[in-house]
């Protein structure tokens, strides 16, 4: 098992003491010195990792029937939780989930859904990253490790779902659980920083409130969860099957 | 020289501060004009090692005197690249961590290692014949190795884009071999411009035949590189999955379409190939260098297509769906590439020049006479 397979997102620990923080090196920590200037220090045991369970694979499933023509509530969101809303050139601009509208050449028909990082179990961007910033954890996330992109953009090139974005201005006012960085690569981390405190990814959480309950959020590994027994009771599939890359996100009635 | 280097330095600064924002490269491009002008650079620099390969894996004599120059020009070539890749990244200040943290799944990584192992055995190459003390024997084994050595090299940077699964411009085992055979006329061509270049400038005497013969293996590999070219085509519109991305190639992709047909095939195959094999009165020189240069031409338009154009034509996620978004899925990506990714190209080229040029007045590289033995 390398460092990494523990890897948690800073996070401020309850009861934070100078001892325990510096005695376990366990514990990760997140200091904003000023606006726009971030120190952080990563965990690194089992402890202080409790939300990376090996036995658990985070996923998402996405029922299309359910996701409504025009609503960007998820997309909304994200921006809102993670601070990427750009304010650039559009085509610089990093979307870490978009609406897609995929139409069927022959009948016309339009279905909508939201496209994020599918948590690949076989990631690409993973095989091709050279200094290994990019990574799964053991519970299925993919994540970039920002203090070590150097930006080479070969898990841009790499990715079948195009669900990196490359930070190509500089970045200020961050979110201490999401930290940007000019000249990283950056995606969905399916609110890593919430899950980890048992809560529900952003996305989910507003289409939940807008009323759609298009996606449903999940550990694929439990077959009691919500998830498993909406895989288990009707089709789904995945993005770019073809590829095998098994990834933890799933689409319905598509 | 030093101007161009200086522009490219200041080019490197200014992106580096306002981010890359600055440049012509974006979310969909995110390879641009530099990795062109770095993969350029790095084939040509596996292809100069071609002449001294040919004196001493393959014992033709008459190219030993050459040998020296084509490992200089193979080092240099290979630095300039390196420092266009490394200098566009996104955070070039953690080049220590790309030389000290490895994931040896990475082709990046593997590359990593090949840049240095080859700089590592070129050198030794040039030491084991430039040092009186060492014996001749040597030679030949350092020789095969550095051979072989560029060999995977080369694969390696072909196996970049042959690898990449996701991208219907990629993912092709035919990209391996085909940059080895675009390096074997690229960086011969490289080589003889800078060969007679030197020659000129020093006003040293060469002979025209062992420029036309030179040349004439020049054509040889244009002709190799073609068919690979033609092989990556022909074997993509055989499959009905592919034609989306060999119809943009092909006919429809704008730019795209006018590079491959008039760069890589016109200018840099069939125009060099008529020049080489047809019957002419111009001489040698003058021949090698026109045809040197139209092949470099079409070698970067060759490079151009398959870095930008790869990107350029969407990822099909859905394959026989037409797809919109705010992100430009299923839409065919613009590229404007800024001055900052032209001038940082063009210092890559400036340094391997300027580079190769000292070398070759500081050290013993070239012979002083070489021209023909009945002249």
């Known amino acids: 098992m390398s460092p990494k397979d523990n890897f948690v997102l800073p996070d401020l620990p309850e009861n934070p003491s100078r001892r325990g923080f510096f005695k376990s090196g366990a514990t990760a920590v997140t200091l904003t010195l000023a606006p726009g200037i971030t120190v952080m220090a990563f965990g690194g045991t089992p402890a202080s990792a409790a939300g990376a369970d090996a036995g658990k694979r985070w996923g998402l499933l996405i029922d299309v029937n359910k996701c409504a023509k025009d609503c960007t509530a998820c997309v909304t969101a994200c921006k809102d939780e993670n601070g990427w809303e750009g304010h650039g050139d559009p085509e610089q601009n990093s979307q870490w989930i978009r609406k897609v509208t995929m139409r069927n050449k022959s009948t016309g028909h339009e279905t909508q859904m939201p496209v994020m990082c599918q948590h690949c179990e076989e990631p690409p961007c993973v095989d091709v990253c050279p200094t290994g910033a990019s990574f799964k954890r053991v519970d299925g996330i993919v994540l970039v490790d920002k203090h070590t992109c150097i930006g080479c953009r070969y898990c841009m090139m790499a990715c079948p779902f195009k669900a990196r974005s490359f930070v190509h201005e500089p970045v200020n006012n961050q979110k201490p659980h999401a930290p940007r960085g000019q000249g990283t690569v950056e995606s969905c981390t399916l609110c890593v920083h919430r899950v980890d405190e048992g809560r529900i990814p952003a996305c989910v959480e507003a289409c939940d409130t807008a009323g759609h309950g298009a996606m449903i959020f999940g550990d694929l590994n439990d077959p009691t969860s919500d998830i498993s027994k909406a895989l288990a009771s009707y089709p789904s599939v995945a993005l770019r099957p073809d590829l095998d890359l098994n990834p933890g996100v799933r689409y319905a009635n598509l | 020289m030093l101007g161009l280097i200086a522009v490219a330095a200041w080019s490197v600064l200014y992106v580096e501060h306002n981010g890359h924002a600055v440049t012509g490269m974006n979310n969909q491009i995110v390879w641009g004009l530099p990795h062109v002008f770095a993969i350029i650079l790095i084939v040509a620099a596996s292809g100069a090692l071609n002449v001294a390969s040919i004196a001493s894996v393959f014992d033709r004599k008459a190219y ?141 005497k060469i002979g025209d035949e062992i420029i036309a013969r030179l040349t004439h293996l020049l054509g040889i590999f244009i002709a190799a590189a073609m068919y690979f070219a033609v092989l990556q085509h022909v074997t993509n519109l055989y499959a009905a999955e592919h034609s989306g991305i060999e119809r943009f190639i092909l006919r429809e992709g704008g730019i795209f379409t006018t590079l491959f047909w008039w760069g890589q095939i016109a200018l840099g195959g069939l125009l060099p190939l008529a020049l080489i094999f047809g019957k002419h009165p111009s001489n040698a020189s003058s021949r090698a260098i026109v045809a040197s240069i139209l092949v470099i031409l079409g070698a970067f338009a060759q490079l151009y297509v398959i870095i930008i154009g790869g990107q350029a034509y969407p990822m099909e996620m859905f394959p026989g769906y037409e797809i919109t978004s705010s992100f430009y899925d299923g839409a065919i990506a613009s590229y404007s590439p800024s001055f900052f990714e032209l001038s940082l190209g063009v210092g890559g080229v400036a340094v391997a020049i300027l580079a190769t040029g000292i070398a070759a007045k500081v050290l013993r590289i070239l012979p002083t006479n070489l021209a023909d033995k009945k002249t």
Do not use: C
Not at chain 2, 169 to 182: E, K, N, Q, R, S
């Open chain 2, 64 to 204: 030993k005197p050459l040998s020296r120059l084509s490992g200089i020009l193979a080092i240099a070539l290979l630095v300039g690249g390196l420092l266009v890749l490394v200098l566009d990244l996104g955070r070039p200040d953690r080049l220590l961590v790309a030389m000290t943290t490895f994931n040896f799944s990475s082709i990046f990584t593997w590359n990593i290692l090949l840049y240095t192992g080859f700089m590592g055995i070129v050198g030794m190459y040039l030491w084991v014949q430039m040092d009186r003390s060492v014996h001749p024997k040597f030679v030949k084994p350092v020789g095969v190795l550095a051979f072989v050595w560029r060999l995977i090299l080369t694969t390696g940077t072909g196996s970049i884009f042959g690898w990449l699964v996701a991208r219907p411009g990629y993912d092709a085992a035919v990209m391996a071999p085909m940059f080895i055979a675009l390096s074997f006329s690229l960086g011969l061509a490289v080589f003889l411009i800078v060969l007679i270049a030197l020659y000129r400038l020093d006003e040293r």
